[in-house]
């Protein structure tokens, strides 16, 4: 049990915009889930986004399992059916945002359990989207760069051929067309 008002897991972090939701330049690695809670809080406490029922079993999962993070007192505070929900969620993520990063991985694993349709549209979610697209793109684009510019090497091109005729394992069921008509249209000839 904790002490009211006492956190074990180190500093408090700030509240709101305060909190960085971007790295400084040259660091560019992905977002914490605390930066991505500052980032989600003002989509999850618009009205009617999630349920007095959905708040209830966060609240209750934050609780209940292990790891535990909310005490007694605090899940009594933030399932109180007396304050409305809105203030009883903007409570419960301004919490969590001075908590640790254990404590907001908790509470998306809770989202996503008890409000699945809700967590696949959140805007940190669709933020890594582009990310992964661009960095697949890039690949791509470096892939297709080097077949043009490459002489037509009859030493180097069989073996570029088997390299990416098992491609298609790895990748997606879209690019492998392009793979394969690629591996079927033999320029050169064998």
């Known amino acids: 049990m904790r002490r009211a008002g006492a956190h074990p897991r180190g500093k408090a972090k700030p509240v709101g915009r305060a909190a960085s ?4 330049p040259g660091n560019r ?7 991505r809670l500052v980032q989600d809080a003002p989509f999850l406490t618009e009205r009617g986004r999630l349920s007095e ?30 304050t409305s929900l809105r203030v009883r969620l903007c409570d419960l993520l301004s919490h969590l945002q001075r908590s640790s990063e ?19 549209r959140l805007p940190s979610r669709h933020a890594l989207r582009p990310m992964s697209f661009l960095a697949c793109l890039g690949v791509a684009a ?13 030493k180097v091109l069989p073996g570029a051929r088997r390299v990416l005729g ?8 879209h690019v492998s067309r ?11 000839g064998p």
Do not use: M, W
Request: hydrophobic share 35%; net charge negative; with cysteine.
């Open 21 to 24: 939701v971007t790295s400084p």
């Open 29 to 35: 690695t992905a977002p914490t889930f605390c930066d």
């Open 53 to 82: 029922q959905q708040v209830d079993s966060i609240v209750l999962q934050l609780n209940r399992y292990h790891p535990q993070v909310l005490s007694d007192r605090e899940a009594e505070k933030f399932r109180n059916p007396q």
């Open 102 to 120: 254990q404590d907001c991985r908790e509470f998306y694993r809770a989202l996503c359990l008890h409000a699945q349709p809700l967590h696949s």
């Open 142 to 154: 470096g892939l297709a760069v080097l077949l043009y510019c490459c002489p037509p090497d009859p």
């Open 166 to 173: 098992f491609s298609p394992v790895i990748l997606q069921r």
């Open 178 to 188: 392009y793979l394969l008509a690629f591996l079927a249209d033999d320029p050169g």
